[in-house]
């Protein structure tokens, strides 16, 4: 099992991060938080989730799970706050720039192209504070491409400082000079340096919510020309991953593009493929499904 330290959390966590007798406690902590929020994350890596709930609990000022599953039950707003947390957003515009260089150069010209002048459908999914989605619309801006794009996640707080769209500096570092001055109206809130979203960039985007865990259907029609979900996979136990996975790939318009993060890899099922798009991206391509029984 491994050696055993003391935790906040629990008597004894053992150093591989498994749960011993904090278990049935967590279990509590997650089945409250799903009632409250409906969002379930029993498939989320254990690890991540015990990290979290861990970090949450220091931050309110509790020892035990004990004490902080009857915070969750006495407290309405806390299981805002706990979802929050255990959906950390770490997210820049234009995060990764070579991805975002390839989407600019080549792929959402060539979906233009291949679409005839129809508008593009773009999902970013798990779209956090928003950032990922203004960015594909400063693309579809700056390749001149009609187009939109549906944004969602799971954190109802993400998504409130989605539609507002304004960041503070920090958000802007990987951002070219020249779309920052494009896009991006600085402001002073507060004393503080903050970049709000222009309009021609709003317009563009429409945020909702959805958990990509839960089966239910994609926004709006549901075909997208390009689907990004970053750094999302990564946090998801294996047979979950497979099936949000599977979920994107049934998404995609026929020849559309899957980007993901750059940790991720599409390891799919027979019968379908994704096929890498350029270098130093992880851009792929949704080819040709096989009939059942066939093999490519």
Same mark, same amino acid.
């Given at each position: 099992?491994?050696?055993?330290?003391h935790?906040?959390?629990?008597?004894?966590?053992?150093s591989?991060?498994?749960?011993?007798?904090?278990?049935?406690?967590?279990?509590?902590?997650?089945?409250?938080?799903r009632?409250?929020?409906?969002?379930?994350?029993?498939r989320?890596?254990?690890a991540?989730?015990?990290?979290?709930?861990?970090?949450?609990?220091?931050?309110?000022?509790?020892?035990t799970l004990?004490?902080?599953l009857?915070?969750?039950e006495?407290?309405e707003?806390?299981?805002a706050?706990l979802?929050?947390?255990?959906?950390?957003?770490?997210s820049?515009?234009?995060?990764?720039?070579a991805?975002?260089?390839?989407?600019?150069?080549?792929v959402?010209?060539?979906?233009?192209?291949?679409?005839?002048?129809?508008?593009?459908r773009?999902w970013?999914?798990?779209?956090g504070?928003?950032?990922?989605?203004?960015?594909?619309?400063?693309?579809?801006?700056?390749?001149?491409?009609a187009?939109?794009?549906?944004?969602?996640?799971?954190d109802?707080?993400?998504?409130?400082t989605?539609?507002?769209g304004?960041?503070?500096a920090?958000?802007?570092?990987?951002?070219?000079?020249?779309?920052?001055?494009?896009?991006?109206?600085?402001?002073?809130?507060?004393?503080?340096? $903050?970049? &709000?979203?222009?309009? *021609? !960039?709003? /317009?563009r985007? #429409?945020?909702?919510?959805? +958990?990509l865990?839960s089966?239910?259907p994609?926004?709006?029609?549901?075909?997208?020309?390009?689907?990004?979900c970053r750094n999302?996979?990564?946090?998801?136990? $294996?047979? &979950?991953?497979?099936? *949000? !996975?599977? /979920?994107?790939? #049934?998404?995609?318009?026929p +020849?559309g593009?899957?980007?993901?993060?750059?940790?991720?890899f599409?390891?799919?099922?027979?019968?379908?493929s994704?096929?890498?798009?350029?270098?130093?991206?992880?851009i792929?391509?949704?080819?040709?499904?096989?009939?059942?029984?066939?093999?490519a």
């Amino acid at each position: 099992m491994g050696r055993h330290f003391h935790d906040p959390m629990t008597r004894t966590i053992t150093s591989d991060g498994a749960l011993a007798d904090a278990e049935p406690q967590l279990a509590a902590v997650l089945d409250v938080l799903r009632q409250r929020t409906g969002c379930d994350f029993s498939r989320y890596r254990p690890a991540t989730i015990q990290r979290r709930v861990r970090n949450r609990m220091i931050s309110v000022g509790v020892a035990t799970l004990h004490e902080y599953l009857a915070r969750l039950e006495a407290v309405e707003e806390e299981a805002a706050y706990l979802l929050a947390r255990l959906t950390i957003k770490v997210s820049r515009f234009y995060r990764n720039s070579a991805t975002f260089d390839a989407l600019r150069r080549c792929v959402i010209p060539e979906l233009a192209r291949r679409r005839v002048g129809a508008p593009l459908r773009i999902w970013s999914a798990g779209c956090g504070n928003g950032e990922e989605a203004y960015s594909l619309a400063m693309l579809l801006e700056e390749t001149n491409v009609a187009g939109s794009i549906d944004a969602s996640d799971i954190d109802p707080m993400a998504l409130a400082t989605a539609v507002t769209g304004v960041y503070p500096a920090e958000a802007c570092q990987e951002l070219p000079p020249e779309l920052a001055a494009r896009y991006l109206e600085r402001r002073c809130v507060r004393g503080r340096e $903050r970049y &709000a979203v222009r309009p *021609v !960039l709003r /317009r563009r985007v #429409r945020f909702v919510r959805h +958990d990509l865990t839960s089966g239910t259907p994609p926004p709006g029609r549901g075909v997208f020309d390009l689907v990004c979900c970053r750094n999302v996979l990564i946090y998801l136990d $294996r047979g &979950a991953q497979q099936q *949000v !996975l599977e /979920r994107l790939r #049934r998404a995609l318009a026929p +020849d559309g593009f899957l980007c993901l993060g750059e940790a991720e890899f599409p390891a799919g099922p027979p019968g379908a493929s994704l096929e890498p798009f350029g270098p130093r991206t992880f851009i792929f391509r949704e080819v040709a499904r096989c009939p059942e029984g066939d093999t490519a």
